[in-house]
């Protein structure tokens, strides 16, 4: 247990040490997996988890809803790390390796300040927008974002309260600006679903999607009515 000047103990940095403690153990392979997990490979699944909730969501019946939520998860996510820009500079906290002894520190050269962490914003803010867009597919987006915050830990760049204030800010951004981000985002997607080139990327080319385009552009449908009876009448 970490214990403080007066006495008192610092569950924070005690779990930090407990957390970290599990690499001293660990064989190289398995520390040099981790840092590629929590470095890249989060994110990778996180991506894959994308195209995967963009193929599903063409095939529902409000797709471009659906698109909407997907396109605003990335920027959710973007508008998250600015946001944390100034918070960094205001909380100040130097990052754990350089105020603690003895963590096993796997990635190099962290040198930016450590509240809050900005892997753990961004993984929270995509996989919170999946949700928004796909249940089954946010589930799995939340649980790598969960992992994302063990393994910053684990690798020793973050405190635990650096994770937990990073996964509530990518919640809290992409949960509370998604009523304005879909009312501005699904017009949009509707209108490019009525396309000809594009509407592919929000719907899938079948006779239900071709129904969902003469909903959106009725007057496009009304005018083609109108012209095949003027040349009936002819």
């Known amino acids: ?6 006495g008192e103990t610092n569950p924070d940095v005690s779990l930090l040490y407990d957390i970290n403690g599990i690499a001293k153990g660990a064989p190289n392979w398995a520390a040099r997996a981790m840092e590629f997990i929590g470095e890249y490979g989060i994110l990778f699944g996180l991506a894959v988890l994308m195209l995967c909730a963009w193929w599903s969501v063409r095939k529902s019946k409000d797709a471009p809803a659906g698109t909407a939520a997907l396109l605003w998860s990335p920027l959710a996510a973007g508008i998250a790390l600015l946001i944390n820009v ?14 603690h002894q003895g963590l096993e520190v796997l990635v190099k050269g962290k040198t930016d300040f450590s509240f809050v962490s900005d892997h753990a914003t961004l993984t929270m803010a995509l996989g919170v927008g999946l949700f ?3 249940r089954k597919y946010g589930l799995i987006g939340i649980g790598l974002a969960l992992l994302e915050g063990f ?4 690798m020793g760049v973050h405190y635990p309260t650096d994770v937990v204030g990073g996964l509530a800010l990518g919640t809290a951004v992409t949960l509370l600006l998604a009523p304005l981000a879909m009312m501005l985002l699904t017009p949009l997607t509707r209108w490019v679903a009525g396309t000809r080139r ?4 929000v719907r899938a080319r079948d006779g239900a999607a071709e129904a969902a385009v003469a909903a959106v552009a009725p007057g496009v449908a009304g005018h083609d009515v109108r012209a095949q009876d003027r040349d009936l009448a002819a």
């Not at 247990?1 to 007066?6: C, E, Q, S, T, Y």
């Not at 100034?86 to 105020?99: M, S």
């Open 1 to 6: 247990m970490a214990v403080l000047a007066g």
């Open 198 to 201: 594009a509407g592919w990327l």
């Open 132 to 134: 928004v867009a796909n």
């Open 151 to 154: 393994c910053r830990v684990y």
């Open 86 to 99: 100034p918070i960094r500079g205001f909380v100040r906290r130097p990052r754990p390796f350089l105020d």
